[in-house]
Nanobody, 124 residues
Framework: QVQLVESGGGSVQAGGSLRLSCAASRYTFSTVCVGWFRQVPGKEREGVAIINSDGTTTYADSVKGRFTFSQDNANNTLYLQMNSLKPEDTAMYYC??????????????????WGQGTQVTVSS
């Protein structure tokens, strides 16, 4: 079965950096319809960095200029570089992948592959 495994989370002081990784088994990441999400208990899951069906990247307003999505196709791994971390970035971070369909219009159809999450805690 498909497995996505995140790593790289941890505890860091405000202003610090972390790089999250997401490796897949029995699944090859597309260059579109993949992304990073985060969730805090009691709150809705938030898209942090999402590669849209047209190849553009959408970042949450709260992370623009601080987080960067990247992808290593040779190693089938997604990354999220997080700089200038803030306490409000504290959350469980998940990588995910959706099915991409070309017709009738290029679309990401439901993020249905998810990792187990990696905790990021930022202290002030």
């Amino acid at each position: 079965q498909v497995q996505l495994v995140e790593s790289g989370g941890g505890s860091v002081q405000a202003g610090g950096s972390l790089r999250l990784s997401c490796a897949a088994s029995r699944y090859t990441f597309s260059t579109v319809c993949v992304g990073w999400f985060r969730q805090v208990p009691g709150k809705e899951r938030e898209g942090v960095a999402i590669i849209n069906s047209d190849g553009t990247t959408t970042y949450a307003d709260s992370v623009k200029g601080r987080f960067t999505f990247s992808q290593d196709n040779a190693n089938n791994t997604l990354y999220l570089q997080m700089n200038s971390l803030k306490p409000e970035d504290t959350a469980m971070y998940y990588c995910a992948a959706a099915r991409f369909v070309m017709a009738p219009v290029p679309t990401c159809v439901e993020y249905n592959f998810w990792g187990q999450g990696t905790q990021v805690t930022v202290s002030s």
